[in-house]
């Protein structure tokens, strides 16, 4: 099978696209696209590609394209790009507002082309080992899961981040999204919801800085998500927790490790090699796969639109809970 043909569009975010892209067997980086031509430039030199400031000037010379640019240029800039006939993988959030969600999906379905999101946190090898382990049952039931992702985010008034019409809201969405996923995808089908959230620490935002949120699955099951970019100093003790009937899993920090206690002790499932902590892009290259893979085979990727979709659905019901449960 002859090379994909790929683009990488915003070189913030989209800089680990790029080498993962430069890893990947299937694809053929093609081009890098961004604002400051300085850097677009310095990153084609580094990856033997084509670079451009104009992203629209690409499209007739690939395959697909990765969209790494502020969330509220992302509806209008995927319809752009699957009205050409591309694929798309698209940084989250799909879109700030479902009826941009809704016709994403639709014009992609329409042009028969993948629509994927990068959730990276799904692809990374210790969560699928953490999916396999869940799916499982081997340690019992879920009972409750706990998850942290407390940092500090250098003020950036004026700027899109700062603004809740582009970012589509705070923390939560922005940055939270990544683990409402994977509690989800984990834990299964969200029944309510509930979230408190404060810009304390954060007043350079329109939106939360620090949201406190809970899941109650139809399994029984609860999760509690602590996010924030107003926490200077952190001591989480993982990222994850999930106490099932029988054990403790818990994710580390760094997102590598999966290890488990149980009454004969504590056990390490899975752990990064020191060979891969040493790679650019490594922590892309799973989802950069599956995304390829989505477009060799037709199958609609893991996480497709419809998938993000659901846990957009659960971030606004949380929004629109103000303290109060809100029954999905």
Same mark, same amino acid.
């Given at each position: 099978? !002859?090379?994909?043909?790929?683009?990488?569009?915003?070189?913030?975010?989209?800089?680990? %696209?790029?080498?993962?892209?430069?890893?990947? =067997?299937?694809?053929?980086?093609?081009?890098?696209?961004?604002?400051?031509? $300085?850097?677009?430039?310095?990153?084609?030199? =580094?990856?033997?590609?084509?670079?451009?400031?104009?992203?629209?000037?690409?499209?007739?010379?690939?395959?697909?394209?990765?969209?790494?640019?502020?969330? &509220?240029?992302?509806?209008? +800039?995927?319809?752009?790009?699957?009205?050409?006939?591309? %694929?798309?993988?698209?940084?989250?959030?799909?879109?700030?507002?479902?009826?941009?969600? /809704?016709?994403?999906? !639709?014009?992609?379905?329409?042009?028969?082309?993948?629509?994927?999101?990068?959730?990276?946190?799904?692809?990374?090898?210790?969560?699928?080992?953490?999916? =396999?382990?869940?799916? $499982?049952?081997?340690?019992?039931?879920?009972? &409750?899961?706990?998850?942290?992702?407390?940092?500090?985010?250098?003020?950036?008034?004026?700027?899109?981040?700062?603004?809740? $019409?582009?970012?589509?809201?705070?923390?939560?969405?922005?940055?939270?999204?990544?683990?409402?996923?994977?509690?989800?995808?984990? /834990?299964?089908?969200?029944? +309510?919801?509930? $979230?408190?959230?404060?810009?304390?620490?954060?007043? #350079?935002?329109?939106?939360?800085?620090?949201?406190?949120?809970?899941?109650?699955?139809?399994?029984?099951?609860?999760? &509690?998500?602590?996010?924030?970019?107003?926490?200077?100093?952190? @001591?989480?003790?993982?990222?994850?927790?999930?106490?099932?009937?029988?054990?403790?899993?818990?994710?580390?920090?760094?997102? #590598?490790?999966?290890?488990?206690?149980?009454?004969?002790?504590?056990?390490?499932?899975? @752990?990064? *090699?020191?060979?891969?902590?040493?790679?650019?892009?490594?922590?892309?290259?799973?989802?950069?796969? &599956?995304?390829?893979? *989505?477009?060799?085979?037709?199958?609609?990727?893991?996480?497709?639109? =419809?998938?993000?979709?659901?846990?957009?659905?659960?971030?606004?019901?949380?929004?629109?809970?103000?303290?109060?449960?809100?029954?999905?």
């Amino acid at each position: 099978m !002859s090379k994909i043909r790929t683009a990488v569009v915003g070189l913030n975010m989209g800089l680990e %696209h790029a080498y993962a892209y430069k890893l990947a =067997e299937r694809a053929e980086l093609s081009w890098v696209v961004d604002l400051d031509e $300085s850097k677009a430039a310095k990153v084609a030199a =580094e990856l033997g590609c084509k670079y451009a400031t104009d992203w629209t000037q690409v499209l007739d010379d690939v395959d697909a394209v990765s969209i790494c640019t502020p969330h &509220h240029l992302h509806a209008p +800039q995927a319809l752009q790009a699957i009205a050409a006939g591309k %694929h798309v993988l698209l940084e989250k959030p799909l879109a700030n507002t479902e009826e941009d969600c /809704l016709k994403l999906i !639709s014009a992609a379905d329409s042009a028969g082309v993948s629509l994927m999101i990068a959730y990276i946190v799904r692809y990374l090898p210790a969560l699928r080992k953490l999916k =396999e382990i869940m799916d $499982s049952g081997r340690y019992g039931k879920p009972i &409750h899961a706990e998850c942290w992702v407390q940092g500090f985010l250098e003020p950036m008034p004026n700027t899109w981040f700062a603004r809740k $019409s582009t970012l589509g809201g705070g923390v939560l969405f922005s940055h939270g999204c990544h683990y409402i996923d994977i509690l989800i995808w984990l /834990l299964g089908e969200p029944e +309510q919801v509930v $979230s408190l959230d404060t810009r304390n620490g954060t007043d #350079w935002m329109e939106g939360e800085g620090t949201a406190h949120s809970t899941i109650k699955f139809v399994n029984g099951a609860i999760a &509690h998500l602590i996010s924030s970019w107003g926490t200077r100093f952190q @001591e989480a003790p993982a990222n994850m927790h999930i106490h099932t009937t029988d054990a403790l899993i818990i994710l580390g920090r760094d997102l #590598w490790t999966v290890e488990v206690v149980t009454a004969d002790g504590r056990q390490t499932l899975f @752990e990064r *090699s020191e060979q891969d902590e040493a790679v650019p892009g490594r922590n892309a290259l799973g989802e950069i796969e &599956h995304f390829l893979e *989505s477009i060799a085979t037709g199958q609609k990727p893991e996480t497709s639109g =419809e998938d993000a979709l659901r846990s957009h659905r659960t971030i606004w019901a949380m929004y629109e809970s103000k303290g109060v449960p809100v029954k999905l």
